[in-house]
């Protein structure tokens, strides 16, 4: 039997994306000890790029020092740590290294703010799949982390990136699977004792954005998927739990492996308020609107997803995320344009629980295994014939033939 793993996608309430610019040990270490008292497992944090890359031909000795105590204390916890590199896209605005700065990414109609030392900027950056310094650049930074923790017993996985599509597109999927092989070949030649990943999200699942899942995951250890609903037209709610495991089964199927669904989750309303949609305009001047769950109601999510994709073959889940963000932060990218992302938490800005963490808890404390993939979970997909597809269509029929399949009424 296979312990089915829970985890959480970690950035410390009181700092948000500024962590590790001005680090705190203590706070780690009081977050760690609470992800532990809930019975979860796996800590996903990331290794914003600006701040461990300040220069292209180096890396952060402080950086480093401060992931190494990271680490002490993730093991220190019984936690294992999934690594994620150049981050790169992360809740909203993309974190540009300062020296990738100076090129036309991203194209503005898609009015994504960038972000690089700290500070919103209005110029673009260079790709990073294609950019010979970014290249280089990423090689070091994988030699350089990799080699220095590759023995310490709080790493669990290295991942490739966080949903890097939204930071930059390869020319075509053929070089995104050819950045996948090098990368992780790099470094599996360093460390072949633990796995490696990159986090794919549900636009993978409905285009061809360079990083297809068929072509991506035969060079990687582990298949992951993030799944949202409430950004999905098609799901079935907002709340959809069965949505989680359908885009499991739909990526299992692209890959022929297993899938971890890394990241899953939602925002919540504040206490006592039920769930409604919020709406504001960005400061560009974009109208923004986003479903924030009860309390209540987002903790039920939870506790029928958890079992739901546990019976559907997934390996794991990880909520998004750990924290929602103290008021102090909130004029501060990513909180200030994107107002939900403070929000996202298992924990409260004062660090109460919120229900959803209770019901982890719960859920931890059965002891969940792995359990092999139904047949109504497995679908008849293959990549080249799927991708030619007009998958905005196709997608809704597939995931009433799986509904179908289970038995579930709609």
Excluded at 139 to 154: C, D, E, F, M, S
Aim: aromatic share 12%.
């Amino acid at each position: 039997m296979t312990d089915f793993t829970l985890g959480v996608n970690y950035w410390p309430r009181r700092k948000a994306m500024y962590w590790w610019s001005n680090f705190d040990a203590g706070e780690v270490r009081d977050e760690f000890a609470l992800i532990h008292e809930l019975g979860l497992k796996v800590v996903r944090l990331f290794l914003l790029w600006d701040d461990f890359q300040p220069e292209p031909t180096s890396v952060s000795k402080s950086a480093l020092q401060d992931l190494v105590r990271v680490a002490d204390i993730a093991a220190e916890n019984s936690l294992g740590l999934d690594v994620t590199f150049f981050t790169g896209h992360m809740s909203g605005p993309n974190w540009s290294p300062r020296w990738l700065c100076g090129g036309p990414l991203p194209p503005r109609e898609r009015m994504r703010d960038v972000v690089s030392s700290g500070k919103l900027i209005t110029n673009g950056y260079r790709n990073m799949f294609h950019d010979s310094v970014a290249l280089a650049a990423e090689r070091l930074l994988l030699q350089t982390i990799v080699g220095a923790l590759k023995a310490h017993p709080a790493i669990w996985m290295w991942n490739l990136g966080n949903e890097p599509d939204l930071f930059a597109w390869p020319a075509d999927s053929h070089a995104g699977a050819a950045w996948v092989r090098e990368m992780a070949e790099l470094i599996k030649s360093i460390d072949p004792d633990h796995p490696v990943t990159i986090g794919l999200h549900g636009d993978g699942l409905h285009r061809d954005n360079g990083l297809r899942i068929d072509k991506v995951y035969p060079y990687t250890d582990v298949a992951v998927m993030h799944s949202y609903p409430m950004y999905v037209p098609w799901a079935r709610r907002p709340l959809d739990a069965e949505f989680v495991p359908f885009t499991v089964a739909l990526t299992s199927a692209l890959c022929g492996k297993p899938v971890l669904m890394e990241e899953f989750g939602g925002c919540t309303a504040q206490p006592g308020q039920d769930s409604y949609v919020m709406k504001w305009t960005e400061t560009n001047g974009r109208a923004r609107e986003q479903f924030m769950a009860s309390e209540e109601d987002f903790a039920e999510f939870i506790r029928l997803t958890l079992p739901l994709l546990q019976e559907s073959g997934a390996t794991g889940a990880m909520v998004w995320c750990f924290a929602d963000y103290i008021p102090e932060l909130w004029n501060l990218p990513p909180c200030d344009n994107a107002q939900h992302e403070r929000f996202f938490g298992l924990v409260r800005p004062d660090g109460s629980l919120k229900p959803h963490a209770e019901v982890m808890k719960k859920f931890a404390e059965t002891n969940p295994q792995v359990k092999p993939m139904p047949a109504w979970a497995k679908l008849n997909i293959r990549g080249d014939e799927f991708y030619s597809k007009q998958l905005t269509n196709e997608l809704p029929k597939l995931y009433d033939e799986y509904l179908a399949r289970k038995g579930t009424v709609s």
